[in-house]
């Protein structure tokens, strides 16, 4: 009696294995590099928002006339300069003290329970500064904007710094362009463009009633 014997065997063959390993390798590439473009989309998107916020934290002080040392009714503010495009000075707008000459504070008596000091701009020389906040990651404030008479004016045309202040007793910030502050023709307005190395901007605005929007749809 004979019986039939059949041995078989199964397994991958060498080239089935390449082509496993060459989706696997594929399909991983393709994981990490939308991973990796999402990281730096996040890193742009949240720096945004923590320069936003602490315009909005400089808005707060100001209205709420936190005491700067021992100088009430002082001003807060935001400063931005072009030569330091990945950094930007949070500051107490303490100097000078309280003037009828003042250029954005003039009151009749200096002495009033609601003078207020300050010029608005940032005066480094003056001990004005609170917190220096340095970008990480590349991402820098590559332009700043300002808005004034109907026309905007900006850091790649002429414009070599920027001072958002807010003081009370209202919302409405007081803007100075290349470290000046004019009662005659006031900025309303401001932008700011935060860039990212890899690619992709996005966009920061204060208007004159003091909203700041962290996503705005763009610059000028």
């Known amino acids: 009696m004979e019986s039939d014997q059949s041995n078989t065997n199964s397994g991958f063959t060498l080239i089935e294995l390449m082509v496993v390993l060459a989706i696997i390798a594929v399909v991983a590439s393709i994981v990490l590099s939308s991973q990796n473009s999402f990281n730096k989309t996040l890193t742009l998107t949240n720096t945004t928002y923590d320069i936003a916020l602490t315009i909005l934290n400089a808005?707060?002080?100001?209205?709420?006339?936190?005491?700067?040392?021992?100088?009430?009714?002082?001003?807060?503010?935001?400063h931005f300069?072009?030569?330091?495009?990945?950094?930007?000075t949070f500051f107490a707008d303490t100097y000078?003290?309280?003037?009828?000459?003042?250029?954005?504070?003039?009151?009749?008596?200096?002495?009033?329970?609601?003078?207020?000091?300050?010029?608005?701009i940032y005066d480094s020389s003056k001990g004005e500064g609170i917190t220096d906040h340095v970008l990480g990651n590349g991402i820098t404030i590559s332009k700043f904007c300002s808005y004034a008479i109907g026309s905007w004016s900006c850091s790649d045309n002429g414009l070599t710094s920027l001072d958002i202040v807010f003081a009370r007793p209202n919302a409405s910030p007081f803007i100075s362009a290349n470290g000046a502050y004019s009662a005659s023709f006031p900025i309303t307005a401001a932008c700011l463009t935060v860039s990212s190395p890899q690619g992709g901007s996005r966009f920061i605005s204060v208007s004159s009633y003091g909203q700041i929007t962290a996503n705005a749809p763009s610059c000028p």
């Open 81 to 88: 300069q072009k030569t330091s495009a990945n950094s930007f």
């Open 96 to 120: 000078p003290l309280p003037s009828t000459s003042s250029v954005c504070h003039p009151i009749d008596d200096p002495s009033a329970p609601n003078a207020r000091p300050g010029n608005c």
């Open 59 to 78: 808005e707060t002080y100001g209205i709420s006339s936190r005491a700067a040392g021992i100088m009430t009714n002082a001003g807060y503010g935001v």
